[in-house]
């Protein structure tokens, strides 16, 4: 299915818009729904565009193996995993080593956020799965999982909110989609947590200026903001809806 | 090595008696009869990466069905004969008995059922995805992903196969007669040449009861599964049993009847899929 | 090794005979023999015509990792499993999903007739080897486990007989082999427990009507007793060689 | 990671003792002498899928050999030579050390000592198996499945597959000279090109005794096991030290005396098919 | 299933104390300041049998990097292009935290990380790496075995890939008209076309302090570092934050500051190894 | 990388001379180094020419699943692993069945080295690994690992000295290298306890007469003399180093 690539190198923005119409500081529509299943402690289902990814929380829960608990703390267990249909050229089901390195600074950027001192000896498991890929599957990954540890339950510092900004036609964008991943000049994951102003993710893979990367960094923040907001309406209307019961 | 599992939800034993108690007065514990159905819910469409998919909620059962049409070689004794591949994955974030890693043997099973169901009865037409003879075929993976279980995995993964597939557009390919490449037109795309509709249905039984389209708590105390698949032409089109029980001769009569009606019903419900547009 | 198949779609049934000589309701020569084996608790070689299936049965033992045992019975353990050399292809010794799945519909077939209750904590191992595949082998692999069993000493509710139904030419036979299978209509293995009237096992690989279906079900109850009744001979044949000592 | 075993059963104190009194005699707990070798029963043919079989008994040690030839490509720097692969599974019914899975250190050694030996003297003309050069050979492959273990599984390996190989039948192969294609002629069917009868023999140390044959008890309680492969015209074709024992210079002589001798054992006791039909 | 660590080694309070109270000073607890780098010793050509190899002694933090060339085919996508396949083995005998078997996600990641900072900026100039456009073409194997573990495992790896490059030849490959065939010449050897010198970075954060080049003790206390690779012509080329800590906007401000002298540091002291003979 | 294999064939002995200009009971130059490593608890890095390994020891320590530990003595663990680019073509990561198989016998040839019984309940790790590989480099594993035994203060019945006699051109000949393996008639890895006259490895891949393979022992043996006499002063180089501190 590599019809796609034919046109390639065609440009990316044109009379300052990108190919999907946006300006280069617009995010794609995003769609945020909380506790879309029944058996996980919590769920969200995030789309940023056509990006599309589910996840879901269990726990806190027994570790099963002694051998992965901590005395003072949970555990954060997470994987970041395509679903095999989600991406242009069908992925194989097992594990990649982009998937295994993502499961990793994933973790890492909610670990902060989970006040998991709350819960010694347990485990909290996050499952993220990219249902259809379009750019950024990282990044609405933590947003979801964020969501879905909300949603069970689970203490949190702040919600983490993730989004990229990359670098296409010598331009900086927010939200690449992954048309502009593959043919622009650098793609920057980037998550927050807004309210302390702190940041639990930053990659960058391409190439920046020192200057470029600074003026990322805001550009990433603006965004991140923009998708805190949607994540508290997304809990507020979960809310509003319980309390309607 | 296949365990008898372990890791089951224990049922209160309340729970289990109080199942039975409404069966022997012909109710369910969700207030269905034995013969219902729960609620189909399909979304056609629903990963824009795939050639077809189907998100189908059957009752809160939920699955998604994603079709890829890739093209590849074919099997050195099929010369004239695309492939059908089926894989299922029981992710975790489905149920808190999944576990990462390689697909189990429940999902294997599935897969293997849905496969069966499809294959024998030609279900989809494996000699029109040849593009060139002997090289050229087109693959058609059918990747089922469950991502929700409140039971029969297997009816909702069949119903979302098969609105997968009927929905399912592949470009037109056509070969270059001077390099012999196969050239993909996107902007011509084909339906998946499906020649029968296909559905499974799912009884269970429980002790000398039997229930359709069971849910995860009907499951759990169920004795044993018995899984029929129809094509519209009537024909039976694979079984499975599963579970560690038995069935006597009466009970797989009663079953029969209860899976003929039910197909009608899983029909009935998602008509307005199975025509193309 | 692909030339068996130059002949193919010649017919399976001419003059009411088969290829291979027999009627429709005829079984292969069966010839089962138990305690085969040295190390084992309980073994069985079963031979349906070519088709030849070893099992052995190790335990009740204790189960290894604790989390693989029940408080109130004992755990089976069973792998189907095909010898490299049995097949017409070598087959990969590493297990293929066919092995996986018929590993879990042959335990499922033989756990209503152990009487796992008696022995709470323990596994019980069921290893079924495939040395010679001619068609039919999962039904000759419960017939062989269920013999090990029995010489196990492990107590059973009854024996479990397995057999295979066809539909070839438009014909219901019985315990169909290879060719058969491969080139017929429909293939479905079943195992019962004879003198208790229950079905253990069912399967349909292929296509019948649903009279077909209920003629292949007393077809197979038929079959199934002739297994039965070689089952028990084998066993009193032990018994008697044991006597004698 | 290869670890000191654990998991070895236990040989009782006595056992030991009575083993050793008993050898200090020059007697051997089974009654033989020491340089007695096990009663050798072989049974061709067992695998009618196999190209070749053969089903041995050592003592109460079963194995399996079975021969799959089949066609492939050879290695890029041997063009005109067939391809030898020799696997071993030592399955789990077999005996309760054995564990379900990928083969393990003991399988791979064993299908490594049985490999060496045949391969460095070219126990078989690989030269002969040629179809196409540089384009279609025969591989072939050598199964070796045990499933009895009462110790010496390396000698009823060796047996099993030199009686495999020598009836083994494989098909005719011609080229079509048109087509390029490769033509089987099942009616036809040809020997596999063994040049030289090869076959292993085994002796166990205990502290300071040596035996040959040795019967699973004896192996528990060996400090080291020494094989050692003789080809028909004398030469020796392959050794192996294995356990975690040593030997002095003084052990080897005596073992290499006890396994010439054994060596004619083994070849006088399975004589009969040494000679081909 | 990426893990939260449960085997770190446990730093005792006091060992962490004694750090952050040096640090308040500026002071590093080997005595350097938070802008120091370790001593780097490089030895090239240590691995005969590889095209190019360095060994790098950071500190006590000790990385192989081989090279190895390869003929292998195009990927369909770039036909014009070589390839570059960066692998890492944090072997274990280099710490008591890593076990045999596949990489884990450490390695992985420091593969990538290795990978990402050459890639996109071209670094290695994989257009000139071809031999014949479509068909042939030089796979640049670059393997990264971690031998001794005391912090910093991605600059010390990032060193002796460059170092392993640049010190790297390749036997000229021609191609035989006639036959199509690759013709090497290993008494003429090319050098890999290495456009861009990129060397990573690493900063730790402990607390709010900040430093380069982090010990394991240091990395064992730190929240969260960051990696930022540099092209000579001052680009950023790649950047990895890792660990489960965060960081503000000033510890990025001044985590640049730090790493780009760190930058300079390190180039410095193996300016060297960056001429090629 | 195949170009080595262009001058097959030709003549491996001429004039008495080897092709590296050896004599057949010549041993190539051996650089044994010890305590190379800061985390092991003992390590040595040894040469025999261009075979160059690395062998590192963890332990006596917890054996993690309590599965692996034996009451009266320790457990060895060993393992053999070669670097990617170890070996002329690289080498595939992956545990491949020589690199199983070395790990046993290298393990069988140091066991009765150890004084396991001082350390029961505990594991000893033996980590092996081939940086570069010109023939013989199970045998300097053995060499390098006893040595990093040694350093990390393990008890030892004594030393384990490894060696590689070869036929080539019907010579028997010393610490054959890579090419003598390749284009020779045969490989006799040894290993020996040289001041107990013990051998704890023998292994023959290729043919030797009876006779020859006698010569081969007392060949092995002398050669095992030198390497043993070169670990001695490598640990009292250590040994010296450590006492001017």
Sequence with gaps: MSEEKVEAKRKLIEGGKRRDGRGPEDIRPLHFEVRVLKNANGSALVQYGNTKVLAAVYGPRDPGARSMALPHRAVLRC???????STHERKSPAPSRREIELSKVVREALEPAVITESFPR???????????????TRTAGITAASLALADAGIPMRDLVAGIAVGKVDGVLVLDINEEEDMYGEADMPMAFMPSLGLITLIQLNGTLSEEEFWSAIELGLKGAEKVYEAQKEA????????EQV | MSITPVDIPVIPALKRTAILNLLSRSQRIDGRSPSDTRNIEISLGVIPNANGSAHVKLGLTQVIAGIKAEIGSPFQDTPNMGNLIVNAEFVPLASPTFEPGPPDERAIELARIIDRSLRDVRAIDLEKLVIIP?????????????????GNL???SSIATLAALLSAKIPRASVNQDKGEVILDP??????PVRKRVLTVTVAKIEDHLV????????TVADALLTIAFSEDGLITGIQKSGMG????????????????????????????????
Excluded: C
């Excluded at chain 2, 002997?134 to 279980?149: A, L, P, T």
């Design chain 1, 79 to 85: 994987r970041y995993h395509m679903a095999p249909f």
């Design chain 2, 187 to 192: 902007a011509n795309r084909d339906e998946i």
């Design chain 2, 212 to 219: 359709v389209d069971p849910s995860l708590e009907e499951e």
């Design chain 2, 134 to 150: 002997g090289r050229k075929v087109w693959n058609i993976f059918i990747d089922i992903y469950v991502i929700d279980h409140d």
């Design chain 2, 154 to 156: 297997v009816d909702a």
């Design chain 1, 235 to 242: 809990l507020r209307k979960r809310y509003a809806s319980v």
């Design chain 2, 246 to 277: 038995t069935f006597k001769r009466e009970h797989l009569k009663k079953a029969m009847e209860l899976a003929k009606n039910a197909y009608k019903s899983y029909i009935s419900q998602i008509s307005q899929f199975l025509v193309r547009s």
């Design chain 1, 122 to 136: 347990t485990a909290i498991d996050i499952f993220i799965e990219v249902l259809n890929a379009d750019g950024g």
